[in-house]
T-cell receptor, first 113, second 111 residues
Framework: GAGVSQSPSNKVTEKGKDVELRCDPI?????LYWYRQRLGQGLEFLIY????????KSGLPSDRFSAERTGESVSTLTIQRTQQEDSAVYLC???????????FGPGTRLTVT | QQQVKQSPQSLIVQKGGISIINCAYE??????FPWYQQFPGKGPALLIA?????SEKKEGRFTISFNKSAKQFSLHIMDSQPGDSATYFC??????????FGTGTSLTVIP
């Protein structure tokens, strides 16, 4: 069956530009998470959506980062005025309901030049 | 502040040996402890998980040992194989809300 998909797989952008990353969760999964993974480091929680509840944005590193999710479907992570330190792999995960078995997408590798 | 501390950072094991990766946490509210396996260029994949009401869980060659009083849990890979070479992450969660990950362990199994 279809897993979590993310697009684009790679994105190179110039410093100062805005980027939008997309996540398509597994159908029926109400929980969706975004993480950032810097080279050689662990996963850093960014934001969590659960159904129609207000998202947990506690991991967003600055107000340049925002994310949206329409219902229980697609989510987009937007980074405005990108900086070189934003270069990382951005991973999305979804689960049937609030965590437990989370399935990760392949990630989007963002490079800010 | 690192909510989950993982060690070692890297590990080299001979084929057939036992790989052991350790994690420690502070927040006693954590109630779900998964381990993820990540191959280069791929997203992490859930390997095995445990809840604090059991001290051990085994799935094939993979075993989680959980010590609630010490607030520690570990992953044991028995009969390690070269195909097990990957980065392993432990994590902790409160009721499936945001997950806190360890910094990862790069495992290399040499033939």
């Amino acid at each position: 069956g279809a897993g979590v998909s993310q697009s684009p797989s790679n994105k190179v952008t110039e410093k100062g530009k805005d980027v939008e990353l997309r996540c398509d969760p597994i159908s029926g999964h109400t929980a969706l998470y975004w993480y950032r993974q810097r080279l050689g480091q662990g996963l850093e929680f960014l934001i969590y959506f659960q159904g129609n509840s207000a998202p947990d944005k506690s991991g967003l590193p600055s107000d340049r980062f925002s994310a949206e999710r329409t219902g229980e479907s697609v989510s987009t992570l937007t980074i405005q005025r990108t900086q070189q330190e934003d270069s990382a792999v951005y991973l999305c995960a979804s689960s049937f309901h609030r965590g437990f078995k989370s399935y990760f997408g392949p990630g989007t590798r963002l490079t800010v030049t | 502040q690192q909510q989950v501390k993982q060690s070692p950072q890297s590990l080299i094991v001979q084929k057939g040996g036992i790989s052991i990766i350790n994690c420690a946490y502070e927040n006693t509210a954590f109630d779900y402890f998964p381990w993820y396996q990540q191959f280069p260029g791929k997203g992490p994949a859930l390997l095995i998980a445990i809840r604090p009401d059991v001290s051990e869980k085994k799935e094939g060659r993979f075993t989680i040992s959980f010590n609630k009083s010490a607030k520690q849990f570990s992953l044991h890979i028995m009969d390690s194989q070269p195909g097990d070479s990957a980065t392993y992450f432990c994590a902790a969660s409160i009721s499936g809300n945001q997950f806190y990950f360890g910094t990862g362990t790069s495992l290399t199994v040499i033939p």
